[in-house]
């Protein structure tokens, strides 16, 4: 796939996917370019906001399996990847596919199981892959993890580990919509539209899986120069020695950066980088990646804060 369709195909799904997800255009494009570089995504909000919504209607345009996984205190990790179960006539374990073998996997609520059904989706979302009895079980690409979970001050949550929190490309966050936009949502069921059961409204598919994977292989060809390579590294360096943060992202998070700045140039419309490009994806992508000191979030210092800071003290690379 040549790099200027990227931008047409991007396009065409932004306006297809507003149509029915109302003003969380934010949202869209970061789960987009996720989708495009192979990145996982960890979306916080309160519920009512359209998050089940979204993955639903981008299943339908990307002509993509989609299954949702309802996370609860009760749930079990065979419950997620799948079990042996041993056939009375083959004399032998056969698996049961769990619901992660799909191409969109939502994990509503991933905070409200304990940490052990959490883990479950660790090799998942690193490897692609499942391992079970000893026997590991290949995923079919594309895929894409997309979890959400309750701000972490609502009861019944269970913090997430880091080592899962680092294997998300983006935390996004999701807001109440404007008024407009809110006006606009209940205009669609004063028409008759129901975007529960999209009904009445013409979604079309404007993407195979296998023009997801040719995107993939595109995006990497877009040029990022040494000295961005370099920009990166600094606001990294500079992240983890900042006097309000006791835990700084990880090299991880350094890949991730290049690998959606790959993406998001060429939804733009360009074949090379540029540090705005950079600027853009860093609070998506550090923010979950950042522990701050108690007295800084006592204080109302947030991570995007924090952020917005260290890329004011790093000198951007000039063209």
Not at 29 to 44: D, K, Q, T, Y
Not at 151 to 160: D, F, M, Q, V
Not at 269 to 295: A, T, Y
Request: aromatic share 6%.
């Amino acid at each position: 796939m040549e790099l200027k369709q990227v931008q047409t195909l991007f396009d065409q799904l932004i306006d297809q996917i507003g149509e029915v997800v109302v003003g969380q255009q934010e949202l869209v494009e970061g789960v987009l370019v996720a989708l495009f570089s192979e990145g996982s995504i960890l979306i916080e909000g309160p519920p009512g906001l359209g998050k089940t919504l979204l993955v639903n209607v981008l299943s339908r345009s990307v002509s993509c399996q989609f299954r949702r996984v309802q996370f609860t205190p009760d749930l079990m990790p065979s419950d997620v990847t799948g079990h042996s179960v041993y056939d009375m006539q083959r004399q032998s374990f056969q698996f049961n596919e769990g619901p992660v073998f799909t191409n969109i996997l939502l994990a509503d609520e991933i905070n409200r199981s304990p940490p052990k059904t959490q883990a479950s989706l660790l090799e998942v979302m690193q490897e692609r892959q499942v391992t079970v009895d000893g026997k590991t079980h290949q995923l079919s690409p594309p895929f894409l993890v997309i979890a959400t979970q309750n701000p972490i001050e609502h009861e019944g949550t269970y913090p997430l580990p880091e080592a899962q929190i680092d294997r998300f490309m983006f935390k996004l966050l999701v807001d109440f919509p404007p008024p407009v936009s809110e006006f606009e949502i209940l205009s669609h069921f004063a028409a008759g539209r129901d975007p529960r059961t999209l009904k009445g409204f013409e979604l079309q598919p404007i993407l195979r899986p296998e023009q997801i994977l040719e995107i993939q292989q595109a995006v990497s060809r877009v040029i990022i120069e040494p000295n961005l390579l370099k920009y990166i590294v600094k606001i990294l360096g500079t992240a983890r020695t900042w006097g309000t943060v006791t835990i700084g992202p990880s090299p991880r998070a350094g890949v991730s950066i290049v690998l959606a700045a790959r993406t998001l140039a060429a939804c733009r419309g360009r074949d090379f980088v540029i540090p705005d490009d950079i600027k853009e994806l860093c609070p998506w992508i550090l923010r979950h990646r950042l522990r701050l000191r108690p007295e800084t979030e006592l204080e109302g210092i947030s991570a995007d804060d924090t952020i917005q800071a260290i890329l004011e003290s790093v000198e951007a690379p000039r063209s």
